[in-house]
């Protein structure tokens, strides 16, 4: 897997004896050609790295949030004396951390999940927030791999399976069990072995053999730039294919099954995910290929009904026309950059959670898994 933490806390003497330290980011936008960090020491910092992508996908956004509201309490901290009037100051820098983090980027629920989580602490020293901040991290690793291990007895036969289709990656590489994937919801996006790679890295674990096919994922390239990457590293045979690929991809027998993350799952199992998800599962469907998502409960939204109440981030145009700095479009055209779009629930085939996997995939089987 890869050797490279998203999200870290860098420890650092505090004042009087409290927490010091800032927050450290890998900065994924940089990837997969410089492996640069953002040292972050101000809570707008932290805002700021969310909002650009810098850290993204659903679980780290959450433990970077988590992190972030510690980063605010530091700061609140420096210069009190211990005791209730350092706490009380404490808990509304807390509070004021998590009302704007929220504002970062409207999706993923993991984020409201974390800060809300932080900021129930109510007035604690920074010591308290820190350990908090880690127990959210650690149990994300928790979670991811706990998805692996559920989603075996579901993923193994698909990958092991005669016949059928075999992933050959292209002229002279060998023909192996296809696994599909969009964006990027892997160890970079979450936490320990992500969530759709985990049963993946748990197959290279136990010498199952299979092709990744990396949908590119416009117009922020997360499956290039690091799905593939990380796959990669893992040493993971992977065929990077563009993502209006797919559909020849599947129809040529090329993958056995997809795995994708999510951002939210209502409570009747509809999910968002990064923008294209929905058009894969359409496709999936017609080619009878089975459709996972793969996320923790931490992911799920249970107060809504179904997935027609997820806000879906709209982002900016110029991601669009010239995203990577050289335009490809005229300029003024308009444009329409929904950054998530929501699969229904008939389309997918199974949920796999850290608590078991939930098929068939409706209000039923959720609260059932889920309870
Ligand atoms: O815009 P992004 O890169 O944050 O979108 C990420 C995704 O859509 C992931 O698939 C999702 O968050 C799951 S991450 C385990």
């Known amino acids: 897997m890869l050797d490279l933490m998203n999200v870290a806390w860098i420890e650092g003497a505090g004042p009087g004896g409290g927490v010091g330290g800032h927050l450290r980011i890998l900065d994924q936008t940089r990837l997969p050609n410089r492996v640069e960090y953002l040292e972050c020491t101000e809570v707008e910092q932290v805002w700021q790295a969310i909002k650009r992508l810098s850290v993204r996908g659903a ?13 605010a309490a530091v700061a609140a901290e420096r210069g009190l004396a211990p005791g209730a009037e350092a706490e009380a100051a404490v808990a509304q820098a ?11 980027r409207p999706t993923a629920v993991n984020l409201f999940w974390a800060l809300e989580r932080m900021r ?22 928790e979670r991811c791999r706990q998805i692996g291990l559920h989603a075996w007895p579901v993923v193994e036969p698909l990958l092991r399976g005669g016949g059928g289709a075999t992933g050959a990656g292209g002229p002279g590489l060998p023909g192996l069990p296809g696994v599909l994937t969009h964006c990027n919801a892997g160890a970079l996006a979450a936490a320990g072995p992500g969530t759709a790679t ?3 890295y748990l197959a290279q674990e136990r010498g199952v053999r299979f092709r990744a096919f990396v949908d590119e994922t416009r117009p922020l390239l997360q499956g290039a730039r690091l799905t593939a990457f990380e796959l990669s590293a893992a040493g993971v045979p992977v065929t990077l294919i563009c ?23 209502a409570a009747n199992g509809d999910t968002a995910n990064k923008i ?34 997820i806000p879906i981030e709209e982002r900016g145009g110029e991601e669009i026309t010239e995203g990577f700095g050289w335009r490809t479009a005229p300029v003024g055209i308009g444009t329409y950059s ?12 199974g949920i796999l959670t850290e608590r078991g996997v939930i098929a068939p995939v409706d209000a039923v089987q959720v609260a059932k898994v889920l309870r």
């Open 198 to 200: 985990a049963p993946l």
């Open 338 to 349: 929904p950054a998530f779009d929501v699969t229904p629930h008939e389309l997918i085939t």
């Open 94 to 104: 807390v509070a004021r951390a998590a009302d704007y983090l929220a504002t970062s």
């Open 120 to 141: 129930k602490l109510g007035p604690v020293g920074t010591a308290r927030l820190l350990a908090e901040a880690r127990a959210i991290q650690a149990e994300e690793v």
């Open 276 to 309: 294209g998800t929905y058009g894969l599962a359409i496709l999936a469907r017609y080619h009878q290929v089975p459709f996972f998502v793969a996320a923790p409960s931490t992911s799920f939204d249970l107060t809504l009904p179904d997935g027609r109440g």
């Open 59 to 71: 679980p780290a956004i959450g433990i970077a949030a988590g992190y972030g509201c510690v980063v």
């Open 243 to 265: 993502d209006n690929m797919a559909a020849q991809v599947m129809h040529a027998g090329r993958v056995r099954l997809v795995i994708v993350g999510a951002d939210r799952i």
